[in-house]
Nanobody, 127 residues
Framework: QVQLVESGGGLVQAGGSLRLSCAAS????????MGWFRQAPGKEREFVAA????????IYADSVKGRFAVSRDNAKNTVYLQMNSLKPEDTADYYC????????????????????WGQGTQVTVSS
C-alpha cells in the first residue's frame, strides 16, 4: 500500500507560478513511477505529467509542455510539479498517482495504469 498526499494548491493570477508536492508513504518511492493528473469542473480527468522510478525520464501533456516540470526526490519520498506561466485553463483539481512498473524508466500515461491516488489539491488561476 502507498499513501499519497498532495499539497501546494491555491489561488494564483495568470502568469504566476505554483509548486505542488506529493508526499508518499508506505513503500519506498523509487518503487513507483509517479504521475500528475487534473480534473476541471465538468471535464474528465486528464494526464498532465509523469516521471519514471529513478527520475531519469519525464513526459508531459501537450497543453503544459514548456510550462510545467515534474521532478522527484526519492530520499524525501516526494514528487513535485512546478507550474509556471499559469493560465486560467489550468484551473482544476490536481491529483498525484503511483504506478507499479517493472522497468526503472517506464513512464505510464494512462490513468488506468496507476494503482494509488492522492485526494487532490485545488489550483485556481484567475484571469
Amino acid at each position: 500500500q502507498v499513501q499519497l498526499v498532495e499539497s501546494g494548491g491555491g489561488l494564483v493570477q495568470a502568469g504566476g507560478s505554483l509548486r505542488l508536492s506529493c508526499a508518499a508513504s508506505g513503500r519506498t518511492s523509487s518503487s513507483y513511477a509517479m504521475g500528475w493528473f487534473r480534473q476541471a469542473p465538468g471535464k474528465e480527468r486528464e494526464f498532465v505529467a509523469a516521471i519514471s522510478r529513478i527520475g531519469g525520464r519525464t513526459i508531459y501533456a501537450d497543453s503544459v509542455k514548456g510550462r510545467f516540470a515534474v521532478s522527484r526526490d526519492n530520499a524525501k519520498n516526494t514528487v513535485y510539479l512546478q507550474m509556471n506561466s499559469l493560465k486560467p485553463e489550468d484551473t482544476a483539481d490536481y491529483y498525484c498517482a503511483a504506478a507499479q512498473v517493472a522497468l526503472h524508466l517506464t513512464v505510464p500515461q494512462g490513468q488506468e495504469q496507476y494503482d494509488y491516488w492522492g485526494q487532490g489539491t485545488q489550483v485556481t488561476v484567475s484571469s
